[in-house]
């Protein structure tokens, strides 16, 4: 066990420094009206450090940056692209525990997750899209003896992307390297509730990157994201957030004609066959396990499993084992390795989280574990912590309808295949699910016929470079991860070449 | 406290309030960026809230409900000069939005516009000023609990 020092005291592995810029062609460069806003520590509730206030004229600097940097880094081989990929990858494996700090510090996150899963998953995301990029071929057809078609992949040219707070460094990186693979250069606006550790992770590698080819502006979503989204000088926006917002960026993107991925959560059902309980044994603990990965993260993941069905005939004993499991989780300093479950990354995040709480209760859900905020006292005691919580309840109740992105699971039973499959498809989105079943066969069949983007089968929460993610219905549009990801940042350029010294005879 | 207009066919009960919290960042909100409206978004992140734009900087279609119609001019306060609200209505109207998809599965909840501190709201207007927007719920007099 380890309890890394807090940024601020003398032991602590990473110095926030006291102001951070926005990083523009290379450099640090002030926000041109000369705000800054304060980012908040979810751990303490207290602000750490002032950070560049991004407006319009910020967002037209970094644009004129990759601008002028696009061509040159556009027509990179895909060599030299994944050189430097693979170099990033090398320089946040070597900081894991100072890059880990400084993002528990920023979003709350119990530090055992960005040792083990954002930063791993970061560098070997980095080193996957520099794999793909060199195994990339372009096809040609031979349509006629002297008629060749060659198709190229092409960058797009400079795009913009929105990133949100729940994995700052890691869904950055899911942005980030299929757009460099590809040869784009980038405007990327953080979120607002975690704006420093990719900036961090910025003063790490700044210098492998030629200037201009990533820019980084912070500020609000009003004043920098939307200046960003509906600006007619990129050519591809990338979103993750809500549906209003992934609407209105939808919105920009047809009004300048351009392609916009979008990955807009959902509210995963993960689903128990009785047969799981068959035996108590090792396949038992690891579905218990996947129940409790609600609380992962604090339930802030896109794909939380946030309701689970559980069929009729082990309901009472699963749920009940699966109560005690999740009884057992450890909720405490974010910077103790021992710490299972840390703090919401923001105040209005934890008022949320409550105001959920209360609307299952006034619903009728029956509160079977946790429901309120918790207080851990000393330095924390301002920190936003909220008790893995337990309902239980119909699916049609909002607690069951609505991504409540807290540590807070929807529990309901099932009577058999089609009743599961109903439930679990009976939601606005499609993003993950998570089926258990020692059937292959029936695992497989209800992996087909659940309307979800990513269906997880007896096993939960895996983000492998290469596995595709993203949604169906209002989950969103396009996919990250795997080299599908690659499409959404290149052009396909036709070269039709004709071999043939004979006129068509048309005129 | 302000309830919006019922403006839904068939109904007669409003389905969402302002509380004055809201009332006052409403006001302020308005002098900066003239006539606003709300859209409930859904999923991931900042998901769940109210967004509050500039009127209609957000185009609705007929994938939208409109849930009521706010306003928060004070009686007999024809309005911000200068900045007119929708044509021919007196006063300060801000409309409520909500996608009709999201609607089937809220409709047996009232809505009330609250505020708290907080920071990351999309591109709703309220973020900059350090506030959010969040919505409280209580169940419609006429809907039943699951039970």
Known sequence: MTIYAAPGTPEALVTFKSRYEHWIGGEWVRPVKGQYFEDISPVTGKPFAEVARGTAEDIDAALD?????????????????????????????????????????????????????????????????????????????????????????????????????????????????????????????????????????????????????????????????????SSPRIRKIAFTGETTTGRLILQYASANLIPSTVELGGKSPNIFFEDVADKNDAFYDKAQEGF????????????????????????????????????????????????????????????????????????????????ERVDLGGDLTDGFYVAPTIFEGQNSMRIFQEEIFGPVV?????????????????????????????????????????????????????????????????????????????????????????????????? | MIDAAVVIDGESQSRVALTDASIDLLHLLWGKYGPLMFHQSGGCCDGSSPMCYPAGDFITSDADVLLGRFDIAAPGDPGTPGTPGTPGTPGQPIDFWMSREQFAYWSHTHLTVDVVPGRGSGFSVEGPEGLRFLIRSRLMDDAQPFR
């Open chain 1, 65 to 229: 940056a990759a601008h002028k940097a696009a061509p040159a880094w556009g027509k990179t081989t895909g060599t030299e692209r994944a050189a430097v990929l693979n170099k990033i990858a090398d320089v946040i494996e070597a900081n894991l525990e100072l890059l880990a700090v400084a993002e528990t510090w920023d979003n709350g996150k119990p530090i055992r997750e960005p040792l083990n899963a954002d930063l791993p998953l970061a560098a070997d995301h980095f080193r996957y899209f520099a794999s793909v990029i060199r195994a990339q071929e372009g096809e040609f057809t031979e349509l006629d003896g002297d008629t060749v078609a060659y198709h190229y992949a092409e960058p797009l040219g400079v795009v913009g992307q929105i990133i949100p707070w729940n994995f700052p460094i890691l869904m950055a990186t899911w942005k980030l390297a299929p757009a460099l693979a590809g040869g784009n250069t980038i405007v990327l606006k953080p979120a607002e509730q975690t704006p420093v550790s990719i900036l961090v992770l910025i003063e790490l590698i700044g210098d492998i990157l030629p200037p201009g080819v990533l820019n980084i502006v912070n500020g609000f979503g009003l004043e920098a994201g939307k200046p960003l989204a």
């Open chain 1, 410 to 507: 929807a529990v309901t039973s099932f009577d058999d295949y089609a009743d599961a499959i109903a439930k679990a498809n009976d939601t606005l989105y499609g993003l993950g699910a998570g089926v258990w079943s020692r059937n292959g066969n029936l695992a497989y069949r209800a992996g087909r016929d659940i309307k979800a983007g990513r269906v997880w089968i007896n096993n939960y929460h895996a983000y492998p470079a290469g596995a595709a993610f993203g949604g169906y219905k209002s989950s969103g549009i396009g996919r990250e991860n795997s080299k599908l990801a690659l499409d959404h940042y290149q052009q396909t350029k036709n070269l039709l070449v004709s071999y043939s010294e004979t006129a068509l005879g048309f005129f």
């Open chain 1, 292 to 371: 409790v990965l609600f609380a992962f993260n604090q339930g802030e993941v896109c794909t939380c499993p946030s309701r689970s069905l559980i069929q009729k005939p082990i309901y009472d004993t699963f749920l009940s084992d699966a109560l005690d499991r999740t009884k057992k989780a450890i909720q405490g300093n974010p910077l103790d390795t021992a710490t299972q479950v840390g703090a919401q990354a923001s105040n209005d995040q934890l008022e949320k989280i409550l105001s959920y709480i209360d609307i299952g209760k006034q619903e009728g859900a029956r509160l079977l574990l946790g429901g």
